[in-house]
């Protein structure tokens, strides 16, 4: 029998009627992706894959507590489903008791589809992309620019099924658009990025427009020294940076004293104000083009998630609000250990609070700044202070009296997302974005450009 024999459904319902342990909790992921390459103004690869993964969950009841073991595997076939099954087990068995040992989740109304057949993704979806994309090659062509980038588009169809009743299904399209433009000679080149649903609101001639007028900008270079300048962030980088932020909002680490967001004496930083600017950072898995799964999926403990929260609800969260630290993530075990509320990480993160300004106007309103492009190769350096180290990349440019005037060369910085809220001076008009290095992850994020006035740019860096 083939792994896709069967319809998801069917294999959680199996391999949760073949569990002996406790408690069971059974995710299956179908995965489907479609994807156009493209270098030198012309496509170079396409292609559309398919996959399963399912992941077993079993909980095993002691006298010191209980245990849990979680084995995952792909392409798993019918003749393989208990084997799997008892791995899990043999796992929780052969483990201690579960720190993060919760009841398992239960009361969840059964969603409407779960027995539907998986949502599937195919090239179908650039049936509109790729021929603005192949227009745009011919007037990147005749304007003297090499454009290359990558178009990817995944649906993923997440069910999920326990021993406690819970049968829970979320489709999750996301699609990601990055194109870079280039000077014949390689030495200017501009980055954009775009985060999509369903590549029906990416526009390639815009984007090759907008890359067009920055490697105009860069025929004039100016070298300039590491310090501090007044810094134009835009959308990806501001994401970029406060991702991190929620990837580092623990609550039981703050309590714990080894965060940023830990208090001086003891306990978290809940309620102190980070900036003051009216700005609120929040995540809703119902927030519309950003939409994400209404409840926990959990493949592993760790950190601030738990397996045994899978199918836990989750809601509208406000993590900063109107400037102040509202809430940091907890599972429903550290929520118990340190007084906070429960709030599971959720997937989108959104900005707002700032004025309806774009970027282009606060461009014209600096008077000598600098205009990033996009950050890359984020590190962090400091847990306590969230000192995170990185470079610019694709294109920093000089404003001087309301005008970009040349592009400069780049910069590591060396900066905390936490002292920039609290430095910045203006944010601009929040819009949906794509965050440049972690887009790999994390994709659904809406963002302000931010103003700082005394950016870090700790050394120079070589790299265009």
Not at 134 to 147: I, N
Not at 206 to 219: F, K, M, N
Not at 297 to 310: E, I, L, R, T
Not at 313 to 335: D, F, K, N
Request: glycine share 10%; hydrophobic share 40%; with cysteine.
């Amino acid at each position: 029998m083939s792994p896709r024999t069967n319809k998801p459904h069917e294999i959680v319902e199996q391999a949760l009627a073949l569990s002996r342990a406790d408690g069971c909790v059974v995710i299956a992921d179908e995965h489907s992706t479609a994807n156009l390459r493209w270098a030198g103004n012309a496509l170079t690869t396409n292609g559309v894959t398919r996959g399963r993964t399912l992941t077993v969950v079993a909980t095993v009841d002691g006298k010191e507590g209980t245990a849990s073991g979680v084995v995952s595997r792909s392409a798993v076939t019918a003749d393989e489903l208990e084997p799997l099954v008892r791995a899990a087990e043999a796992a929780a068995r052969g483990a201690g008791s579960a720190e993060d040992a919760q009841p398992l989740v239960t009361g969840v109304p059964e969603s409407p589809d779960f027995t539907d057949a998986p949502t599937e993704t195919s090239s179908a979806v650039f049936a509109d992309f790729a021929p603005a994309l192949g227009e745009s090659f011919a007037r990147a062509r005749a304007g003297g620019r090499e454009l290359y980038g990558f178009a990817n588009h995944e649906l993923v169809s997440t069910y999920v099924g326990t021993s406690t009743g819970l049968r829970l299904r979320h489709d999750q399209p996301n699609g990601t658009l990055e194109l870079n433009a280039k000077s014949p000679d390689r030495t200017r080149s501009a980055w954009a990025g775009r985060s999509t649903r369903d590549f029906k609101d990416v526009d390639p001639a815009a984007l090759d427009a907008e890359l067009a007028v920055r490697l105009g900008w860069a025929e004039r270079r100016v070298e300039l020294p590491a310090g501090r300048y007044e810094t134009l962030l835009p959308p990806t980088a501001v994401a970029d940076l406060l991702i991190y932020l929620l990837w580092s909002a623990s609550g039981r680490d703050a309590a714990e004293g080894r965060t940023v967001f830990s208090k001086p004496g003891g306990g978290t930083r809940i309620g102190e104000k980070l900036t003051d600017l009216p700005l609120t950072l929040r995540s809703d898995p119902n927030e519309p083009g950003l939409e994400s799964a209404p409840f926990v999926v959990a493949h592993s403990s760790g950190g601030d998630q738990s397996v045994f929260d899978n199918g836990l609800p989750v809601g509208a969260t406000e993590w900063i609000r109107q400037g102040s630290l509202a809430h940091l993530t907890t599972t429903r075990h550290s929520a118990g250990l340190t007084g906070l509320g429960v709030a599971p990480a959720i997937g989108n993160l959104v900005l707002d609070g700032g004025q309806d300004v774009s970027l282009d106007e606060m461009v014209a309103n600096t008077e000598r700044g600098l205009l990033l492009t996009c950050l890359w190769y984020i590190r962090e350096v400091d847990p306590a202070t969230l000192l995170l180290t990185g470079l610019t990349r694709d294109g920093v440019y000089l404003v001087e009296n309301g005008e970009v005037t040349g592009e400069v060369n780049n910069f590591r910085f060396n900066e905390s997302p936490v002292g920039l809220l609290g430095r910045a001076t203006e944010a601009g008009r929040t819009e949906k974005t794509l965050p440049r290095e972690w887009s790999d992850w994390f994709t659904r994020a809406a963002m302000p450009a931010l103003r700082v006035p005394d950016f870090n740019m700790s050394s120079v860096s070589r790299g265009v």
